[in-house]
Structure formats: structure tokens, C-alpha cells
């Protein structure tokens, strides 16, 4: 079981940057995958970035590509999102995520707003 913890979230102007963090419990966090979803106010929710449980690969959604970058932190099992150049299109919950195979687990999210 992994329970998944977010936070960083906030208000910032369009331009600036924020950085999300996931802390996860137990010890086999090295193992999973990880990623962040977001869901905008009144969407569905939607992918934003991934890496591998080894850290070699990452993905991102076109939409962030050159603006957000993840990195993860095996030793202190957090994962991390990075996001510059914000722009008010950004505004949505952001969720952590943790599987194998799957994502299987979620944390409660964190309210990121943008304004213009």
C-alpha cells in the first residue's frame, strides 16, 4: 500500500513558476512509476507527466512539454514537478499518482490557479 501526500500548490501570476512535491510512504516507492495528472475546473482529468521507477524515462503532455519537468528523489521518496512559465490554462488540481503496472494509487491533490 502507498498512500501519496501533495503539496506546493498555490496562487501565482501568469509567468512565474511553482513546484509540486509528492511524498509517498512505504518502502518499495523506488519501485513504482509515477506520474501527475490535473483535472481544470469543470474537465476531466488529464495526464500531465511521468518517469519511470528508474528515473530513465519521462513523458510529458504536449501542452507542457518545455514549460514543467519531473524528477524523483528515491531516497526521500518524493516525487517533484516542476512548473515554469505558467499560464492561466494551467489552473486545474493536480494529482499524484504511483503504480506498477498501473497507477493504483492517488493522493487528495493540490489546487494550483494561475491568473492572468
Known amino acids: 500500500q502507498v498512500q501519496l501526500v501533495e503539496s506546493g500548490g498555490g496562487l501565482v501570476q501568469a509567468g512565474g513558476s511553482l513546484r509540486l512535491s509528492c511524498a509517498a510512504s512505504?518502502?518499495?516507492?523506488?519501485?513504482?512509476?509515477m506520474g501527475w495528472f490535473r483535472q481544470p475546473p469543470r474537465q476531466e482529468r488529464e495526464f500531465v507527466a511521468s518517469?519511470?521507477?528508474?528515473?530513465?524515462?519521462?513523458h510529458y503532455a504536449d501542452s507542457v512539454k518545455g514549460r514543467f519537468t519531473i524528477s524523483r528523489d528515491n531516497v526521500k521518496n518524493t516525487v517533484y514537478l516542476q512548473m515554469n512559465s505558467l499560464k492561466p490554462e494551467d489552473t486545474a488540481v493536480y494529482y499524484c499518482?504511483?503504480?506498477?503496472?498501473?497507477?493504483?494509487?492517488w493522493g487528495q491533490g493540490t489546487q494550483v490557479t494561475v491568473s492572468s
Open positions: 499518482t504511483a503504480g506498477q503496472f498501473e497507477y493504483d494509487y
Open positions: 512505504g518502502p518499495t516507492f523506488k519501485t513504482y512509476n
Open positions: 518517469i519511470r521507477w528508474s528515473s530513465t524515462s519521462t
